[in-house]
């Protein structure tokens, strides 16, 4: 029996902070989502990582509702490089996951002030 889950894919940009984990390297930089799922993410990028390079994501994700005011939330969690080409690369996230509900509107140029861990 096959047990393998199928994931939707959104076709979405979303600025994420990606940064290289590793003891001889020390290195983050700001990319854009092309694409994102439970288990991937996207980039299209000039200078894709290698791949089997071991990152740690944080994604920022702002929610709006008619009426309402808007929430942002932070997700950060680690995964690995798994496919890289000259146009960008495709990381397979690991289920160690944090979400933080942000109380202020963020961006990655300034540190949020405040926030609240969601899980």
């Known amino acids: 029996m096959n047990l393998t889950m199928e994931f939707e894919k959104y076709d979405i940009e979303v ?13 983050s930089f700001f990319l854009r989502t092309a694409s994102i799922s439970a288990k991937e993410v996207i980039f299209h990028t000039d200078e894709p990582l290698p791949e089997n390079s071991q990152v740690s994501l944080d994604l920022i994700l702002n ?6 005011s808007g929430r942002t939330i932070l ?4 995964g690995t490089v798994a496919k890289s080409n000259p146009s960008g690369m495709t990381i397979i996230l690991n289920e160690d996951y944090h979400i933080t509900k942000l109380r202020a509107p963020a961006a990655f140029e300034s540190t949020p002030l405040s926030a609240e861990r969601v899980c």
């Open 75 to 78: 997700i950060n969690v680690t």
């Open 15 to 27: 600025p994420a902070r990606i940064e290289v984990i590793s003891a001889n390297e020390a290195r």
């Open 63 to 68: 929610f709006t509702r008619p009426g309402k």
